[in-house]
């Protein structure tokens, strides 16, 4: 039995070895380089093209566009087309422009993004992006992505905004006074407010933030009325179960099981009402209030339907097995198997999965009617959440905008205007008007008709380049190939090395 033991031990440090050993392999093992942007000095007339303009729902049929130096100069119903040779004309006849869409609630999530995530993005056609912070702290490397992609040499999205600090999330610590002074320093970051954060730090933080200019915007804080957090000028609350949490006769008393959790004392859970009970007792009077307040204190609202859609769907197979899976690498795949299986296993509880449907099914109601009433929502994804992809569920979201009870055009306005508005950059960005910049989608069918036409891309401007359908089609293969094989492989062992190395987790 003894030489049973020890035999047994020796192959098994062998083995443990031996894995050992692999990984270090493919920590090693060096993943492509990002790739580049396109460089060139050419001006560009797109002839004979129908402009999409979302903000008065209509097409403004036959147009020329000419571009020079990633600026749109002349926008004429006629055009003498120019014969410079530095001058490329592009057909766009039967074609629709598109202004490049954003995505305002993305995660670049991981130092490998420009592998993996920023191609998806240029790809289907989201040219800039509100960065949310997560997972793992990358402050340095988005600060050098966003120089690169500025200076047209890494491929990928403009870092418009970007979360520099999180504040009150579970590992979060920090003195908020520090957090403030730190982002100060970069107008074009804020801090991310998690829902743990509690009454004392998050006012002390509101008021500081606003003597300095500081934007703070993100989670609906639990512990918080959010008309209070409204009112003291949070800049946008996000995802959809900020109205159910709020407009219900519990809410107050949700609000204080969040307060004893977030300062560690003793819980009776069953004071905690349930989310069940919660949509049962929705009061459309404390909905109305908080959206009144949210319109006139200008709060804007990133619903990020397509996190709910998954819950709804977690038993879909077709839904979980999207060819999108393609793209994502091995890592980020096991933990939404893992999500998935959770879920599976809450749906077995007879009632969930119906109540799951509602839950999703009301978010969208509500995400309509608070449009209706004024509320600025801006178009987001969660990028990274299980079945939100980057790139690609931009789209996805702006179908569920248009189930809300959004028109097509006024889903785009969330995914165009809304956001240039919010980062106060509608002067360069938005809408194809002359003297912004020339971010513009060729789309083969008019995404007014149908909001699934935004997805037939056939070519993009960016940063003063043309991207082709064969461009599109290598950024997307680029991708895959590293989501998969050695190099997926390689890719998901620096990730989590990344995720364990890091201080916050």
């Known amino acids: 039995m003894k030489k049973i033991i020890l035999k047994t031990l020796k192959y098994g440090l062998i083995l443990i070895g031996f894995v050992l050993f692999i990984v270090l392999l493919l920590f090693i093992y060096p993943i492509p380089e990002p790739l580049s942007q396109k460089a060139d000095n050419n001006s560009y007339t797109i002839s004979n093209i129908n402009i999409v303009d979302v903000a008065n729902d209509s097409i403004l049929k036959n147009q020329t566009i000419v571009i020079k130096n990633n600026r749109i100069i002349k926008i004429t119903l006629n055009d003498s087309i120019s014969k410079d040779k530095n001058t490329k004309i592009i057909d766009g006849t039967g074609k629709y422009a598109l202004a ?29 992006i509100r960065d949310m912070q997560g997972v793992v702290n990358i402050n340095e490397e988005r600060i050098k992505w966003r120089k690169e992609i500025e200076s047209e040499t890494l491929l990928g999205p403009r870092l418009i905004g970007f979360a520099d600090e999180i504040v009150g999330a579970n590992y979060d610590e920090q003195n908020v006074l520090d957090v403030i002074n730190k982002t100060a320093n970069d107008k074009r970051t804020f801090i991310k407010i998690y829902s743990g954060i509690l009454s004392k730090r998050y006012f002390e933080l509101a008021k500081v933030a606003k003597s300095k200019g500081v934007v703070f ?30 407009s219900n006769p519990d809410a107050e008393k949700l609000r204080e099981y969040y307060r004893a959790m977030y300062a560690d004392e003793e819980l009776d859970e069953k004071n905690k009402p349930s989310s069940i009970e919660m949509l049962k007792s929705f009061d459309y009077a404390k909905f109305y209030e908080l959206v009144d307040v949210m319109v006139k204190n200008e709060t804007y609202f990133c619903p990020t339907h397509i996190t709910r859609k998954y819950e709804a769907l977690t038993n879909n197979e077709d839904f979980l097995n999207d060819e999108n899976l393609k793209y994502i690498p091995h890592l980020v795949s096991f933990i939404w198997k893992d999500d998935v299986s959770g879920m599976k296993e809450f749906t077995k509880k007879e009632g969930n999965q119906n109540h799951l449907n509602n839950f999703y099914a009301k978010g969208l109601e509500l995400t309509g009617l608070a449009h209706k009433k004024g509320v600025k929502i801006l178009a987001g994804t969660d990028s990274y959440d299980p079945y939100s992809f980057p790139g690609i569920s931009l789209h996805s979201e702006l179908e569920e905008l248009v189930k809300a009870g959004l028109s097509p055009a006024e889903a785009l306005v969330c995914a165009t205007i809304n956001p240039s508005k919010y980062f106060q950059v509608s002067k360069n960005y938005g809408t194809i008007e002359e003297e912004k910049i020339a971010d ?25 380049n043309i991207y082709t359908k064969e461009d599109i089609d290598t950024m997307k293969k680029y991708v895959e190939d590293n989501s998969s094989g050695i190099n997926g492989l390689s890719i998901s062992v620096k990730m989590f090395i990344r995720l364990m190395k890091d201080n916050r987790h």
């Open 440 to 464: 513009i989608l060729i789309l083969n069918k008019n995404p007014l008709l149908d909001i699934k036409n935004t997805t037939s891309i056939e070519s993009l401007f960016f940063n003063g």
């Open 217 to 246: 915007a993100g989670h609906y804080p639990n512990a918080i009325n959010p008309i209070d957090a409204s009112n003291a000028g949070q800049r946008s609350f996000e995802h959809a179960h900020l109205f159910l949490k709020h």
């Open 100 to 128: 490049g869409l954003w995505d305002m609630h993305s995660h670049l999530a991981f130092q490998i993004a420009p592998q993996v995530i920023m191609p998806l993005h240029i790809a289907n056609g989201i040219t800039n």
